[in-house]
């Protein structure tokens, strides 16, 4: 679209003018609910960003995204459009922790952890599958059986709790706590700095499956089948690759990643299952798949702001309560609006200014 | 110099018109009988609930009130950091040495209301409306079903929950509607458990003229004329003694069960629901009350017998 | 079993349900007919329940709540239609910034001008009058007329009427009006309509608007009919169901009516389902009841309704070239 | 005779690329006016200018005789104007009808409407001798009807100026001589054509005079009559152009593709194909000549493997050398293992099934191969890929390009190139030079002839009569799902390979 733009524009210029915007339209609602939005953009920046403890919050956050953002990104790869992250996030957190639940009082924590991983993914992948299959095998519209199968996932889930996992007695609708060999281990434990953060291992493997994502998707034959099977049905048909295999396998590995997040949750942080736990963040994965252009870089940017967000906004509210943490959500939709639906807003004004001044250089 | 003291509400938010809300209200009377500031906070998610309290504990705050069960696991953790702290959580328990859990017994409170709307059902049918299917709201509806029966076992209660997920909690439009279907099925008293989703039940009713029961606070006066009573769950009681108690040095770390003979649940009675309360009404559902508070009638808890009995 | 259905109450409930997604539903068939995803439904829905509301409380008359509620709602979708259009933006982006914004600002607006908790005031008396028959009276000593006349037909607000009147309509302006032919035309292939005279952008802009205006009264059957407040977060993924009825009824109107009753109607029967006991199943746990429309959307989906087929251009901006 | 149009120094640039430079000519009232030149040259996009589609960045367009800036299609309409595109401007889910009233509606409701307009359509369909369906939907309709419904359209809005952009690329001989009979009636009329084609016999049958254009520009505006298919294809690319390739003597082998007792039915039992035989040698071109939709698009579909849906319909043995490649059940990877076995293919539509326009070329080069490795290594695709586009002339030598970013000539080298590349014993070659340039067509035909004297098998299906003239070795002749006949190329004779196309044995 604006090929004529240079390359530092259309990726640092454009995307920070457009995060200038939101910010503008944020820093009105501020300045109307009595609040100074310098200093409120202060806080926020302080932290999330200006302390250990903050950053370490915000990168917890952000690991939750980036999962839930590849889960996203992956399918859309191949041209599908899985809203159902979110619901496979929570079964996810139920494979998880029916493994968890089953083998923390008699393995050591370097077996408990892979199950985790196993169980999560396992669980995420399968709840996955039957949209998969149906849009393979059936043509039914994912975008509608992946929101359905949310649906279907929350009652599932709230079910199952009540029925088998909160423990006599209890009032809050969970599972019981893990034994600590089950509990990942925290980043605070080699970097003390960070606090007492939930920040754990699983960062490390978000920005590990970011890597793998992009080398998958751009260096290998399935990477290729995946994205041919979404640009050009036809052509992926002329070319041997089955349809119905790719969608089929695609769906499930977004749902593998979207269980996979389960684990920042609730293997890092909670520490038990718990009714909603996943608070969104699969609908979160959505924006950040395609704010950040399905691209590993992309994904990762757009996942930390919004744990930015989360963190920094959290904070704030707290140190104002003259702003309720729900402006947050509302700067969140415009920081989507502004960077993801009217990413090109500027490119004119920009790609003329720049011709302009070219002109009085030469 | 003064202890300091703090709220953290769950997602329901301080004016949730629930629960939060009732909290909320403790606090502020506190804040007016003895002059004493205190901080609110929300916590949207229990990461942020865990984040907020070991803050407000580093701050040097010396009680933390968690609303609502969803921060119990989280105040177990934080307490057990900071044995200094002082920490309440209500509707929800945790150990610890420094911990207050403070419990309701939902069921009598229910159990009156149930009676008052077994004596006011014209239809021998009535409704219950539950946000979410949890312990918590099963207590409600069975305390509910075994007062209405203890007036007539013929006495049949439609049950109805809203949904599975947290917008469950502000769906008035379904709300509404499980309202309406029950009163065209025959219900003529409802008692929603269901928070935003339970003031639409309370509307629809109003429109048929059929008769609503509020729910955590005193919500007679929202429709003067046609709210039978409330089940009033006094979290603000529970929110003011526990802050008190630290101010006058004794507080006490355990968990507490409130049920009718603490103050902790009962029915209510003002001249919003005066006109509707007959003074035989009235009688009955005291007479309830005494025999629950001399132990002549044992309300069922399902949380603890695993189930409600038919 | 079958005793404990009252099956005339599913019938009636199936009506009050269905306004609120025909309404959206309806928006969604000109917006995606004219080749504009529209993921914002549940936003434009939400706000509009908002102003509905708040302007019903501040002017005591519903009608101006209405009106209001279409004004914020067709503000929304001119933003839309200017993204989607002349900015060429993604538009599922579109959608769900709209959708989180929406969420976060009502709440935000709710609370400042309130104070309790993302809520309005209650509407109390200004709220739409039921319309009885006139003649229902005559009737009332015979009950099944009494039940048609008084319950099933009649009784319910003028948005109901309004949704069920607009079924024929909206299917005849699709398909047998100009503005219809060239929404399709539009939708389907852009460049074909451009190629015949037609102003793609203008006919888009069209459409979203009139979308704007039927999703409005989505919001406002939701705040001032259903519950008689604005509560945060209320619109509670109706909009996403009205989506699913649209792709469940292939983008025509006549089949997307179908497809909102149905969910009116499983909703319905759900209600009615919890605490029932089945022979060999027993009572089913009120939170597996819930999963029912769901569940019958998939199957349906997944059998009878194999491969819908979607406007061609849908979700592609247009430019012009080949 | 006044001019219908005339352009005075039009130019457009695209960013860089200059599209038209200061073109400058005019088209007789009353005429048929051909323009030629090679892909790219700026015929279209001048069309398109003219037609309102885009705006020129300098100069004048002048409609009999008067200057008149054309801001959009309706404005073109309005000065009846009418255009048929390269590609069909038409709503394929709505009928006949409908594409054809839209934008001419005349009110609200439609209904009556309707009505009246078919009553005219049906006079029109008279008057010129177009025979169409009027409710039936375009997409049931072959690519010639599709056409006359572009035609019937213009002659309903009154079009006096009709822009025919490279209408006769993918109409078989018959339906071209159709168009041109309705061309000459226009004329009649006193209505203007201007034709663009790459098909210089057309040029010389049926145009009164011809501007030839090459890169941006007018290099000559001729009268017909007053030149030939040479001076022409000369202007065109600039040097001149052998029509006959030269051809060596046939070499054959071994067997390689048996083709027996071949059928297909469509799900309502319809017979698609029938009896089909045939085998291929190695070294030797064998072409399929018909009007397209008598088969010969699932020949080729059944033969490369792709067809999936109606798989449980088809009898008959296909043998690829020694295996049997007979299939009866879907399998979405057969087309690769095929591949696997020695079966190149180049589909007929390469927009839908060659090439994958958002892949950069050297991705598409891949396309079919993806499976040979794990890691694909881009360094190293890349290098091979830059090879390939060397060796076939390929322009702009550029394998990070997305493919959609060359022209369609250029994009069809690149399919051709890879699957020669891949060195196959039978390719299988479906309509190899449709809507390419004259320059282009050389080259792939020159591949073409130096693979089957490489000793490859080639099949090849085509609705251009010369291009089968100039390739095949056997020409197999096909209708109504069947083989008509089958002739050597040195029996070939229009006349009778027509009659067979039509279905009349003799
Ligand atoms: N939409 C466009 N964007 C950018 N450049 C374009 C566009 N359309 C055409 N061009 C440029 O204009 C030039 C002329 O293209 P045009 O389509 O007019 O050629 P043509 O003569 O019709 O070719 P063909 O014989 O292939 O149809 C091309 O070489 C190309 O560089
Ligand atoms: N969006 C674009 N940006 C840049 N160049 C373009 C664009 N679209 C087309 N072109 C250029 O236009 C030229 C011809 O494009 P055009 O679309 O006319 O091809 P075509 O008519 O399909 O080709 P052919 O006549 O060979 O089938 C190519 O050289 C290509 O580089
Ligand atoms: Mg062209
Ligand atoms: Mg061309």
Redesign the pocket.
Known sequence: MN?DLPRWATNIALPFLNLLSALFVAAAVIYLLGENPGEALGILIKSALGNAEGLGYTLFYTTTFVLTGLSVSVAMQAGLFNIGSDGQMYLGGLGLTLMMLQFDAILPAWLLIPLAFIGAAVFGAAWAFLPGYLQARRGSHVVVTTIMFNFIAASLMNFIIITYLIPAGEQNPASRMFAEAAWLPRLNDWLPVLGDTPLNISFLVAIFGLVIYGFVVWRTRWGYALRAAGKNAHAAHYAGISMASVIIITMMASGGLAGLAALNSISGSTHYLSLNFTAGAGFVGIAVALMGRQQPIGIFLAAALFGILMQGGFDLSFEKPNIPPETFIFIQGMIILFCGAMENMYAPALSRLLKLNWRKNV | DQPKYALVYDAGGKFDRSFNQSAYEGAERFKKDTGLAYIDVQAISSVQGEQVMRNLARKGVNLIAAIGFTHAQQVQMVAKEFPKTKFVIIDGSANGANVSSILFKEQEGSYLVGVAAGLATKTKKLGFIGGIDVPLIRAFACGYVQGAKSVDNKIEVIQNIVGTTASAWNDPAKGSELARSQMERGADVIFPAAGGSGMGALQATKEKGKLGIGVDSNQNYLFPGVMLTSMVKRVDNAVYDNFMQLKNGTWKAGVTNLGLKEGGVDWALDKDNRAVISAEMEKRINTAKQDILSGKVKVVDPREAGSCPK | MFEDFHFSTILIATIRNAPVLLFAAFAGVFAERSGVIDLALEGKMLASAFTAAACTYATQNPYWGVAAGIAVSCLIALLQAYVAINQRGNQLVFGIAINIAASGLTFVLAQYFFQLGGRSPDLGAARFALIEFPFAESWSSIPALNWLFGQFLGGHTILVYLAFALIPVIHWVINHSRFGLRLRAVGENPHAADAAGINVAQTRYMALLVGGVLCSFSGAYLAIVQSGFFLRDMSAGNGFLALTALVFGNWRPLQTAAGCLMFGFFAALQIQMEGVAFPGIGQIPGSLIQMLPYIVTVIVLAGVMAKSVAPKALGTPFVK?? | MSNAVEFRQISKR??K?V?NDAVSFAIANGSIHGVIGE??AG???LMSILYGYYHADSGDILINGEVRTIRNSHAAIELGIGMVH?HFMLVDNMTVLDNIMLGMEGGFRLKQRRLQIAKELQQLCQDYQLELKLDAEIHTLSVGEQQRVEILKQLYRNANILILD?PT?VLTPQETDALFAILKVFKQQGKTVILIT?KLPEIMAITDAVTVMRAGGVVASLETAKTDKEELAHKMVGRNVITELPRQTLHTGETILSVKQLGLKNAQGVSLLSDINFDIKAGEIVAIAGVSGNGQSELLEIISGMCLDKTEFITGTIKLGDTDISYHKPDPRLPAKLRRLGLGHVPEDR?RDGVIKDFSVWENILLGQQSDQIYLDKKASIAACNQLLEQFEV??LDSS?RI?????????KVVMAREIAAKPKLLLVGQPT????IG?IQRIHTELLALRDAGVAILLVSAELEEIRALADRILVMSGGRITGELNIAEYDTTRIGLLMGGLHK
């Open positions: 090929s | 070239s080949r | 695209f960013g690329v599209a892909n790219g015929k279209s996009t390269q490279e690329a790459h927009l322009r702009p390009l959609s970013q060359l022209s369609g000539g250029n994009q069809q449709r809507g390419v340039d282009t």
